[in-house]
């Protein structure tokens, strides 16, 4: 069992930045994949990037790329996700996700635990 918890999220003016913490509880969470999802009001959930267990893999997906960053500290339970030039179109209650399988296909069904979610507001 592991239990996520996000925090981070906040308002911000456009161009600016924010690093996003999901904590995880349970000993064993460096065999997790992480992802991060978002979902905007009205719209289906959208991923954004994963890394592997062992943070040596990470992935983001085209729309974020050159924007954000995905690191881990196993050491601490946290997987971060750092969001620069944000933008308008970015605000959304972000999520974390982990499962045992690590997988770039950005498919949420492939997550067995998932977080309360953050919410992130970007203003222009």
């Known amino acids: 069992q592991v239990q996520l918890v996000e925090s981070g999220g906040g308002l911000v003016q456009a161009g600016g930045s924010l690093r996003l913490s999901c904590t995880a509880s349970?000993?064993?969470?460096?065999?997790?994949?992480t992802g991060w999802f978002r979902q905007a009001p009205g719209k289906a959930r959208d991923f954004v990037g994963v890394t592997g267990g062992s943070g040596v893999i990470q992935y983001v997906a085209n729309s974020v790329k050159g924007r954000f960053t995905i690191s881990r500290d196993n050491a601490k339970n946290t997987v971060y996700l750092q969001m620069n030039s944000l933008k308008p179109e970015d605000t959304a209650v972000y999520y974390c996700a982990a499962d045992r399988r690590f997988t770039t296909s950005g498919d949420p069904a492939t997550y067995e635990y998932w977080g309360q979610g953050t919410q992130v507001t970007v203003s222009s």
């Open positions: 349970g000993r064993t969470f460096s065999t997790y994949a």
